[in-house]
């Protein structure tokens, strides 16, 4: 039921393209000996010592936007666990991203993710089952952990080289957990200009509604991630028998193509939030500057069926239709 709403609102709105970073390498910039950065995917990683910023392969299904290590970068990517020319003990954290649209294949292309398993992103990986594992005789292993983060999909490749006691490998978690997504730089707050909330809450509840209500705007306008429409508004997806059919069909090709960027929300009460939000596809705004609701139901967050409503008008379609 999602990916006809890619179709469905194109053309609302202005659109805004995102700068370069401007640095040597495109894209990818070091501002200090142990951060390193690409400032289009504004990403970050702060590396622990002897760990460096690698090359970036020429990826794009997925595309690599960080890759760290200990040990100079190998020839081939993914960079595997088992290479017996990287030498014993190294570690490398490769951080992917999806580009809209595209298969979500693993790396090394063995398997095809499914939307499912792209789910909030964890406090600390460690802590996390990653749906992707392997090992080598001599100690050697990696993992896939699969992600959302700021509503982007995200793998990140742990690798660790002949290490049987783990311990290179558990370094290399602890430099994943240092991973920083950023908001664009026009957004730069969570709490609307000349609003004050009425109720008190806690930063870790208002970055938890801030993330389910980014999950719930990607499941219900067709970008893919742990929710289906009926999930992700409350009451079920609004749309009739027949806009759903259309909508099924199309659903694999519109996978991850609109991105939901929650500019600010406010939590006037435990359970009712008013969020402001635009809908981007390839980074340009389709539609920009909506101010919905979304409301805490059986304990995860859903925005309202008016705020969905007032989206898909704007591309002819009479909603509720049921």
Not at 53 to 70: F, I, K, Y
Not at 213 to 232: H, K, M, S
Not at 266 to 291: G, K, R, S, Y
Not at 306 to 322: A, D, H, K, L, Y
Request: proline share 7%; net charge negative.
């Amino acid at each position: 039921m999602k990916g006809v709403l890619a179709v469905l609102v194109v053309g609302a709105g202005a659109a805004t393209v995102l700068s370069d970073g401007g640095s040597d390498r495109p894209g990818v910039e070091v501002i200090s000996p142990v951060v390193a950065r690409n400032m289009t995917a504004r990403a970050s990683i702060a590396l622990s010592s002897g760990w460096r910023e690698l090359d970036l392969a020429s990826t794009t299904d997925p595309a690599q936007v960080l890759v760290v290590g200990t040990a100079p970068r190998p020839e081939n990517d993914p960079i595997d666990a088992c290479d017996a020319s990287i030498p014993a003990g190294s570690g490398f954290v490769s951080v992917y991203e999806y580009l809209t649209g595209a298969r979500l294949n693993s790396p090394d292309h063995q398997r095809v993710y499914d939307t499912t398993q792209f789910v909030s992103r964890p406090p600390d990986f460690a802590d996390v089952a990653p749906p992707g594992t392997g090992s080598c005789t001599d100690g050697g292993q990696f993992a896939d952990f699969t992600f959302l983060d700021g509503g982007r999909f995200f793998l990140a490749r742990v690798v660790a080289t002949a290490d049987p006691d783990g311990e290179r490998f558990q370094d290399a978690i602890t430099v994943l957990n240092a991973l920083e997504i950023a908001v664009p730089p026009d957004v730069t707050s969570t709490t609307a200009p000349g609003v004050t909330s009425t109720t008190a809450v806690t930063a870790e509840e208002e970055d938890v509604a801030r993330q389910q209500v980014t999950d719930a705007l990607r499941g219900a306008f067709g970008g893919g991630g742990p929710l289906t429409g009926d999930e992700a508004v409350v009451g079920g997806f609004p749309l009739g028998p027949v806009a759903a059919k259309a909508a099924a069909k199309g659903n694999e090709s519109f996978i991850g193509v609109i991105v939901p960027r929650v500019d600010w929300l406010v939590l006037d009460t435990p359970t009712h939030a008013a969020v402001n939000f635009d809908l981007l596809i390839d980074a340009q705004v389709i539609t920009a500057n909506t101010t919905g609701e979304a409301l805490l139901v059986e304990g995860r967050w859903r925005i309202t069926e008016e705020t969905f409503c007032t989206i898909v008008r704007r591309g002819g379609i009479t909603c509720p239709n049921r």
